[in-house]
């Protein structure tokens, strides 16, 4: 059996620069990973099998559920799995279950981490290493987030996002996720960027480019879920706060705090709102 952590991917800055023929955004954009999230388990099975538990199970699983079904059909874990057993032409079957820790939906790649969690726990199983170009090949095929997901690294993300140069720095620094249970669709807050290219990141170290960088969703996200700018606001006030941003299309948003106490004093305060909190460390 294996078990393969799927940490949630935050965007420490995410520049718009202009829409593409393809349909996407060419996108400028400083991933970084937390230290917790979601999980993945995958065990040989004699037939396929895929189970979600954890506090956000209900809001993947519909119902009613015949016994043995797949939870969710066309889930980007089940999918990462059929393309992965596709492209290595392997015929076994799996039982996967995904403790869903984080809210769907919510511009911390949950389902893109999930899925790139499933192609390494595969390849892990089959031995294959996770430097196989085949398997950064499957992670670009099904969603522009999940390169960056499959490396866990700290990157710079250009084109649709899946053009990596690995990054240093932060590492440790304390994180706060809050999320105020609204969900939005990434394509919809895409579809409300205004068009302008507002220009590139800085130069410098990855705290000063973060800093100085903006996320170009946050206006057409907060126009779809008004209570951003609300979280927004609270975060940017919290004492210790040295970077507060909404994360890819929302609704999460984050901040780095100086202290762990700081984030903690944070966390408590963003709960007295009802909201969900994960305080955490930058990976
Ligand atoms: O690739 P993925 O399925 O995660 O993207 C979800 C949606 O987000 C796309 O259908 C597209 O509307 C939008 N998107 C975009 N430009 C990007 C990444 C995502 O327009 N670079």
């Known amino acids: 059996m294996i078990v393969e952590p799927a940490p949630a991917k935050i965007n420490l800055a995410l520049h718009v620069r202009h829409r593409r023929p393809d349909g996407y955004h060419e996108l400028e954009t400083l991933f970084a990973f937390a230290t917790g999230g979601d999980e993945i388990t995958v ?15 209900a809001a993947l699983t519909p119902a009613p ?22 492209l290595f032409g392997i015929t076994g079957n799996y039982l996967i279950t995904l403790a869903k820790n984080l809210p769907i939906a919510s511009g911390i790649g949950g389902g893109s981490a999930d899925a790139a969690a499933t192609l390494r726990a595969l390849a892990r ?7 196989d170009p085949r398997l950064s090949d499957i992670a670009a095929s099904l969603g522009a987030d999940i390169p960056a997901c499959l490396t866990g690294r700290t990157a ?6 899946d053009d990596l140069a690995d990054l240093t720095g932060l590492a440790g620094t304390p994180l706060l996720l809050v999320n105020p249970g609204v969900a939005v669709s990434t394509a919809a807050v895409f ?13 410098g170290d990855l705290l000063a480019r ?25 975060l940017d006030a919290a004492p210790g ?21 700081a984030r903690d004093a944070a966390a408590i305060d963003a709960e ?7 305080a955490t460390t930058l990976a």
């Open 43 to 57: 065990e040989i099975a004699d037939a396929d099998a895929f189970d979600i538990t954890g506090p956000f199970a």
């Open 65 to 86: 559920l015949q016994d043995g079904d797949e939870v969710v059909s066309d889930n980007l874990v089940t999918r990462a799995r059929n393309a992965f057993r596709e």
């Open 125 to 131: 199983l089959s031995n294959i290493p996770l430097t």
């Open 156 to 161: 710079l993300g250009t084109g649709r996002g």
């Open 191 to 203: 579809a409300g960027w205004d068009g302008i290219d507002r220009g590139a990141l800085p130069a």
């Open 210 to 234: 973060a800093r100085a960088g903006r996320n170009d969703l946050e206006p057409p996200a907060t126009r779809l879920a008004p209570v951003i700018a609300t979280v927004r606001a609270q």
């Open 241 to 261: 706060a040295v970077l507060s941003r909404m994360s890819g299309s929302g609704a999460t948003c984050f901040a780095l705090f100086d202290t762990a106490n």
């Open 272 to 278: 007295a709102q009802g909201w969900w909190t994960l």
